[in-house]
């Protein structure tokens, strides 16, 4: 069947208004899905680990970082995973470097650990800025439970780390 001439032009920017509405569609589900999806993080396992600027080896070393440092996972890809650090950048590191083991970084000047989940607990242990504390229990609401390396355990508000 033949178009008339106009008819075409109207039939292809239909054809493409539907093509760009049907991408917009699936391009916002899959921000929804990634957004609803809890974030993931890992630790530093080993003693030192190396950050990198690409998945191997042979790129360029750009952070040094040490046992327990918590990251967030961006993407995981044939032994490497991409990470984001407390600082907001952006590197590649070892899966074997990386630990399932949570911790949390103070990102504060000083971060109070309470006895219990309350701004009016008593507070138990004050902690300074990029002090990790290992994570016992996942927030609940604005607090999370950790222990310092000292095995002193209180409650920090979420708002005071990084790793949540």
């Known amino acids: 069947m033949r178009s008339r001439p106009g008819q075409a032009g109207t039939r292809a920017a239909r054809l493409a208004r539907a ?3 049907a991408l917009g569609l699936l391009v916002a589900s899959g921000l929804a899905t990634s957004t609803a999806r809890a974030q ?13 600027d690409g998945p191997s080896a042979k790129s360029k070393r750009l952070w040094l970082l040490g046992r327990g440092y918590p990251l967030q996972v961006a993407v995981s890809i044939e032994g490497w995973t991409k990470v984001r650090d407390a600082t907001g950048a ?11 083991a949570r911790t949390v970084l103070v990102r504060t000047p000083v971060a109070s650990l309470r006895e219990s989940p309350s701004d009016s607990a008593p507070v138990v242990l004050r902690v300074a800025r990029d002090v990790t504390l290992d994570l016992l229990e996942p927030a609940q609401g604005e607090w999370a439970r950790v222990r310092h390396r000292d095995g002193t355990s209180g409650f920090v508000h979420a708002n005071q780390v990084f790793g949540l």
Do not use: D, K
């Open 19 to 21: 093509g760009a509405l």
């Open 40 to 52: 993931e993080f890992r630790s530093v396992a080993e003693a030192v680990a190396v950050g990198h």
């Open 90 to 100: 952006l590197y590649w590191i070892e899966n074997r470097s990386l630990s399932t």
